[in-house]
């Protein structure tokens, strides 16, 4: 009796580790794109910020336009603080690849790189 119950245990602890190694192994899907910039950036910030917002309107043109939620930080800084506790952000410009639970999938903080966007964009189907 002590065997069976033990069995039926194991089995179920099995296939619970079964269901949880599924569940990591499962590709994570981007859900959403979020870009925190600065309008009133001035110095070498200035150029940092500039240099992103050229990259953003080159790799989010056409279809993956729907995927970007752009915050501008001087004009809406209600908006961009819980993204900036939550991902605990020390720099802008801030681009953070969401899943739908709003997870960080990946993000780029600073230097934002038009091939890495794009590379990371494919990768996690955006």
Do not use: H
């Amino acid at each position: 009796m002590l065997r069976g119950k033990i069995g039926v245990i194991g089995i179920a602890v099995l296939a619970i580790l079964g269901a949880a190694v599924l569940s990591q192994a499962a590709p994570t899907k981007l859900s959403q794109v979020v870009y925190i910039t600065r309008s009133k950036a001035c110095g070498c910030s200035a150029k940092s910020v500039n240099a992103a917002d050229a990259v953003i309107a080159r790799v989010f043109a056409g279809p993956r336009q729907a995927l970007l939620k752009r915050i501008d930080y001087d004009t809406d800084r209600q908006a961009a603080v819980p993204y900036i506790g939550q991902f605990r952000l020390i720099q802008l410009p801030a681009l953070l690849f969401l899943d739908s639970q709003g997870n960080l999938l990946w993000s780029a903080i600073g230097n934002v790189e038009t091939q890495q966007v794009a590379q990371k964009l494919d990768q996690l189907g955006g």
